[in-house]
């Protein structure tokens, strides 16, 4: 401790702090602010260091010898510097022999034990009293427990021995009183006046601060609530307001004295059985607690913010001081909870052993809120827990944020005590929770619930903004495909090494937390398919990339909920499939109507301008026939191409579709031809005949008839549609088609067999069949076949014999 021993007078300027309890050498130490005080403000302006000197005055007056030995005063540096255990040191002793007892450096404390904590290094073998050394060595420690709480808390050696000098004129005028039967400040403000003090600026400030606590513990804060119209009430009051605006007159026999002192003893005589014969002036509720906070503090070393060695003999002083600060167990131990929880957070949270400690004292609070019913001790537990609890809370609830490799054995302790709080405020505080009580509420369970998805909801959002400005023109993955990608390793990372310090509270915190995860991409996977239109390889990427994530996550739910009660299926509940390969069959199959729909409309396009004409290639096939047949190979092979894991699936959807587009092209190359029975000769007309008759034969009527059939069925120039080497053309063009659908089944089972998705045994089994291009082409073969027949026989034959009965001028 270093700054133990350092002479310079410090400067008693009441300068005030935010929350009264941060020792300034902890607060230059420490990496973190103090929380703010968790008691009620006192609505009048005593700053930290005057509730501190305070706090002391009560402490050295409680620890006064009482007995009828007038009080001798010794300075404390000469008491330090005189052997322990010199006769002339303990026969001079005026204080209190708990204030004089020497301290022991290798003295195991119990209390420490208790709470789990080590003794310090600065306590074991360091400077220890008498034992000698150099003056540039390490500072001594203390040598009674008195000039401990003094360095402790801060006290001047002129102010505390100003204190000493004040209580030993108090006794030698009033023998035999009891310190609780005092009004400390009363009694102070009788016995100094501005010569007691270097300067008369430090006197005002003293004086002023003693008024203020006569107004706090007697009019804003009372033990037994004031009456209006108390006379001794309005009285003080007035006296304190004249006091601030012209000093008050100290002497024994002033006018003023005498008047502020009955109305202080009046009103800190009563009591709530009327039967007290001590002074309530400092036990009002809140006063008390801030003053005692202060002593409380005196436990934590300046430097280092630790419990200090000396704790016992610190906690035997502190509870000397009870009865007049109306303090018992339940309210100490509440006070040294907070204490303990606030150095652990002005340790920067790497003190783990102050949280533990913490977390031992808020088991007793549990037991103590368990058997009373005090209102004000309910409402400063109230107070006390939630800022504990809103601490704890702020950075469990983004825990992702606050806790990692470094710090994580820190997060068990901070869990367990927000949840220890939470508990407490819940079930012995919540009268809500007692009226249902019968529901049963899991209250740990709960919170960390809370924990883990308003947690893993912030890391998804970060995790959001991170894969958005990981994208760019070197990486143009698709946002949502860096995000599955991102929030599979945040899976990961949690079940292995937030989730184990969890399951003490939640068996499935692992489940909740790919719940929590599973939900929130969904949520964004759900607005980008909805604002799909078609297939891309983006699309292709994010729709794999997420299918990939559920089944990650929906793994890590189902090993944490094995041995769950329903085994897990109320978080798969929480867990509807994103289906992914629904949103990519759809977009695929609209990708395949768009395809067919393209080829229908070649079909259309191209058959109109086809001439049939046999000298296009040497196969004397049509060209057309070739080029679509290109683009059904072409079709086929993007859709292969395509980066989808369910071709098999899809292709029968596609194979439809093409069989439907050649089906079409064969039914127009076969509907332009005709049929059989467009060349099959009209019959003559019936001729009635009677007997005798003559049959007339008119010879150019044959010839007229047949020049009308002519011009229906066709021209006689080569580029006739319906001559018989068009005829040929498409019949070899159907052939053809019909030949090549095998090599479209063989070229498809091929590429079946290469898909990254496919099986060894993927082809077995498999029928891929044009089953309507084959019936169509076996029909229009037909079908030209015939039409070929008859318009040979019937036409061309015809219409040799029609130029032979013109060139002859006779029918055979």
């Given at each position: 401790?270093a700054r133990l021993?350092r002479?310079?007078?410090?400067?008693?300027?009441?300068?005030?702090?935010?929350?009264?309890?941060?020792?300034p050498?902890?607060?230059?130490a420490?990496?973190?602010?103090?929380?703010?005080?968790p008691f009620?403000d006192?609505g009048i302006?005593?700053s930290?260091?005057?509730l501190?000197?305070a706090?002391y005055e009560?402490?050295?007056?409680?620890s006064?010898t009482?007995?009828?030995?007038p009080?001798t005063?010794?300075?404390q540096s000469?008491?330090?510097?005189a052997?322990p255990?010199s006769p002339?040191s303990?026969?001079s002793?005026a204080?209190?022999?708990?204030?004089?007892?020497?301290?022991?450096?290798?003295a195991?404390?119990?209390?420490k034990?208790a709470?789990?904590l080590r003794s310090?290094a600065s306590s074991?073998?360091?400077?220890s009293?008498?034992?000698?050394?150099k003056?540039a060595g390490?500072?001594r420690?203390p040598a009674?427990?008195?000039?401990l709480m003094?360095?402790?808390?801060?006290?001047s050696?002129?102010?505390?021995a100003?204190?000493?000098?004040?209580l030993?004129?108090?006794?030698?005028?009033q023998?035999g009183?009891r310190?609780e039967?005092?009004?400390?400040?009363l009694?102070?403000?009788q016995q100094?006046?501005?010569?007691?003090?270097p300067?008369?600026?430090?006197?005002?400030?003293?004086?002023s601060r003693n008024?203020?606590l006569l107004?706090a513990?007697?009019?804003?804060?009372?033990?037994v609530?004031?009456?209006k119209?108390?006379?001794?009430?309005q009285?003080?009051?007035?006296?304190?307001r004249?006091?601030?605006d012209?000093?008050l007159?100290?002497?024994?026999n002033?006018e003023?004295?005498?008047s502020?002192?009955?109305?202080?003893m009046?009103?800190a005589?009563?009591s709530?059985?009327?039967t007290?014969?001590?002074?309530?002036?400092a036990d009002g509720?809140p006063l008390?607690?801030?003053?005692?906070?202060?002593?409380v503090e005196?436990?934590f070393?300046?430097d280092?913010?630790t419990v200090?060695?000396e704790?016992?003999?610190?906690m035997?002083?502190?509870?000397k001081?009870w009865?007049i600060l109306?303090i018992n167990?339940?309210?100490?131990?509440?006070?040294?909870t907070?204490?303990l929880?606030n150095?652990f957070?002005?340790?920067g949270?790497?003190d783990i052993?102050?949280l533990?400690?913490a977390e031992?004292q808020?088991?007793?609070i549990?037991?103590?809120?368990k058997?009373?019913?005090d209102?004000?001790y309910?409402?400063v537990l109230?107070?006390?827990?939630s800022?504990i609890?809103?601490w704890?809370?702020?950075r469990?609830?983004?825990y992702?944020?606050?806790?990692n490799t470094?710090n994580?054995?820190s997060?068990q302790?901070?869990?367990?005590?927000?949840?220890?709080?939470?508990?407490?405020l819940v079930e012995?505080?919540?009268?809500?929770?007692r009226?249902?009580?019968?529901e049963?509420?899991?209250?740990?369970?709960?919170r960390?619930?809370?924990y883990?998805?308003?947690?893993?909801?912030?890391?998804?959002a970060?995790?959001m903004?991170e894969a958005d400005?990981k994208?760019?023109s070197?990486?143009?993955?698709p946002?949502l495909?860096i995000?599955?990608?991102d929030?599979g390793?945040?899976a990961?990372?949690?079940k292995n090494l937030?989730s184990?310090?969890l399951k003490t509270?939640?068996?499935?915190?692992?489940?909740?937390?790919?719940?929590?995860l599973?939900s929130?991409?969904?949520n964004?996977l759900?607005?980008?398919?909805?604002?799909?239109?078609e297939l891309?390889?983006d699309?292709?990427?994010?729709l794999?990339s997420?299918?990939k994530?559920?089944?990650d996550?929906?793994?890590?739910?189902?090993e944490?909920?094995?041995?769950?009660d329903?085994?897990?299926k109320s978080?798969i509940?929480?867990m509807?499939p994103?289906?992914a390969?629904n949103?990519?069959?759809n977009?695929v199959?609209?990708?395949?109507?768009?395809?067919?729909?393209?080829?229908k409309?070649?079909v259309d396009?191209?058959l109109?301008?086809?001439?049939?004409?046999?000298g296009?290639?040497r196969?004397?096939?049509a060209?057309?026939s070739?080029?679509?047949l290109?683009?059904i190979?072409?079709?086929?092979d993007?859709?292969?191409?395509l980066?989808?894991?369910?071709?098999?699936?899809?292709l029968p959807d596609?194979?439809?579709?093409l069989?439907?587009?050649l089906?079409?092209?064969v039914?127009?190359a076969?509907?332009?031809?005709?049929t059989?029975?467009?060349?099959?000769p009209?019959?003559?007309?019936l001729t009635r005949?009677e007997?005798?008759?003559k049959?007339?034969f008119?010879?150019k009527?044959?010839?007229?008839?047949?020049?009308?059939?002519v011009s229906?069925?066709g021209?006689?120039n080569?580029?006739?549609?319906?001559?018989?080497p068009q005829?040929?053309v498409?019949?070899?063009t159907?052939?053809y088609?019909r030949?090549e659908?095998?090599?479209?089944?063989?070229k498809?089972k091929?590429c079946?067999r290469?898909?990254?998705?496919?099986?060894a045994?993927?082809?077995d089994?498999?029928?891929?069949k044009f089953?309507?291009c084959?019936a169509a082409c076996?029909?229009g073969?037909?079908?030209i076949?015939?039409?070929?027949?008859?318009?040979?026989?019937?036409?061309?034959l015809?219409?040799?014999?029609v130029?032979?009965t013109?060139?002859c001028?006779t029918?055979?």
């Amino acid at each position: 401790m270093a700054r133990l021993f350092r002479e310079s007078r410090r400067d008693s300027s009441h300068s005030s702090s935010s929350n009264g309890f941060l020792p300034p050498a902890a607060a230059a130490a420490s990496s973190s602010s103090a929380l703010p005080s968790p008691f009620p403000d006192l609505g009048i302006a005593l700053s930290a260091a005057d509730l501190r000197e305070a706090a002391y005055e009560v402490l050295v007056a409680a620890s006064r010898t009482t007995g009828g030995k007038p009080l001798t005063y010794i300075p404390q540096s000469s008491a330090a510097a005189a052997p322990p255990a010199s006769p002339a040191s303990s026969a001079s002793s005026a204080s209190s022999a708990s204030l004089q007892r020497s301290l022991t450096s290798a003295a195991a404390s119990k209390m420490k034990k208790a709470l789990g904590l080590r003794s310090s290094a600065s306590s074991m073998g360091v400077g220890s009293p008498g034992s000698g050394g150099k003056a540039a060595g390490p500072p001594r420690r203390p040598a009674t427990v008195g000039e401990l709480m003094r360095v402790q808390m801060r006290v001047s050696e002129p102010a505390d021995a100003r204190i000493r000098r004040g209580l030993l004129r108090i006794a030698a005028s009033q023998l035999g009183r009891r310190a609780e039967s005092m009004v400390l400040p009363l009694e102070f403000l009788q016995q100094f006046k501005a010569s007691d003090f270097p300067d008369p600026q430090e006197y005002e400030a003293w004086r002023s601060r003693n008024l203020k606590l006569l107004e706090a513990g007697l009019l804003l804060h009372p033990l037994v609530p004031l009456n209006k119209s108390d006379s001794s009430a309005q009285r003080l009051r007035q006296i304190i307001r004249g006091a601030y605006d012209r000093p008050l007159e100290t002497g024994k026999n002033s006018e003023s004295m005498q008047s502020l002192r009955t109305s202080v003893m009046s009103l800190a005589g009563r009591s709530h059985d009327g039967t007290s014969d001590g002074c309530h002036w400092a036990d009002g509720f809140p006063l008390n607690l801030h003053l005692y906070q202060m002593l409380v503090e005196a436990c934590f070393d300046n430097d280092e913010g630790t419990v200090v060695d000396e704790i016992d003999e610190v906690m035997e002083l502190l509870k000397k001081t009870w009865v007049i600060l109306g303090i018992n167990e339940m309210l100490h131990n509440l006070c040294f909870t907070w204490a303990l929880f606030n150095h652990f957070v002005m340790s920067g949270q790497v003190d783990i052993e102050l949280l533990s400690a913490a977390e031992n004292q808020l088991a007793e609070i549990a037991k103590d809120a368990k058997t009373t019913k005090d209102p004000n001790y309910c409402k400063v537990l109230s107070s006390t827990l939630s800022s504990i609890m809103g601490w704890t809370e702020k950075r469990l609830l983004a825990y992702h944020e606050t806790f990692n490799t470094s710090n994580i054995e820190s997060m068990q302790g901070i869990v367990s005590i927000g949840v220890s709080a939470a508990r407490v405020l819940v079930e012995d505080i919540s009268h809500e929770y007692r009226r249902r009580r019968k529901e049963e509420t899991d209250v740990a369970r709960s919170r960390v619930e809370t924990y883990i998805r308003s947690s893993l909801r912030t890391a998804f959002a970060q995790r959001m903004e991170e894969a958005d400005s990981k994208r760019s023109s070197r990486n143009p993955t698709p946002v949502l495909s860096i995000l599955a990608k991102d929030i599979g390793d945040l899976a990961i990372k949690e079940k292995n090494l937030y989730s184990p310090i969890l399951k003490t509270w939640h068996p499935l915190a692992s489940g909740v937390a790919v719940a929590t995860l599973h939900s929130c991409y969904g949520n964004e996977l759900k607005q980008f398919v909805a604002g799909l239109t078609e297939l891309t390889p983006d699309t292709v990427q994010v729709l794999k990339s997420a299918d990939k994530l559920e089944k990650d996550l929906v793994n890590i739910a189902v090993e944490d909920s094995v041995d769950s009660d329903d085994g897990g299926k109320s978080l798969i509940r929480e867990m509807p499939p994103y289906e992914a390969e629904n949103a990519i069959a759809n977009l695929v199959k609209v990708w395949i109507k768009e395809r067919v729909d393209r080829l229908k409309g070649w079909v259309d396009r191209n058959l109109k301008q086809e001439t049939w004409n046999p000298g296009a290639n040497r196969e004397n096939f049509a060209p057309s026939s070739v080029e679509m047949l290109r683009v059904i190979g072409e079709t086929l092979d993007a859709f292969f191409e395509l980066p989808i894991p369910i071709h098999p699936a899809l292709l029968p959807d596609l194979t439809t579709g093409l069989d439907r587009s050649l089906q079409l092209y064969v039914s127009k190359a076969k509907s332009g031809c005709g049929t059989r029975n467009s060349f099959m000769p009209q019959l003559p007309p019936l001729t009635r005949c009677e007997v005798g008759s003559k049959l007339l034969f008119k010879k150019k009527e044959k010839p007229q008839n047949l020049q009308v059939r002519v011009s229906q069925n066709g021209t006689t120039n080569g580029n006739d549609p319906l001559g018989l080497p068009q005829l040929c053309v498409r019949l070899n063009t159907l052939q053809y088609i019909r030949g090549e659908l095998e090599n479209l089944e063989k070229k498809i089972k091929t590429c079946l067999r290469n898909v990254e998705s496919a099986q060894a045994d993927i082809t077995d089994g498999l029928d891929i069949k044009f089953e309507l291009c084959q019936a169509a082409c076996q029909e229009g073969i037909q079908q030209i076949c015939e039409t070929t027949a008859y318009k040979v026989t019937f036409y061309d034959l015809g219409r040799y014999l029609v130029w032979c009965t013109i060139k002859c001028g006779t029918v055979l």
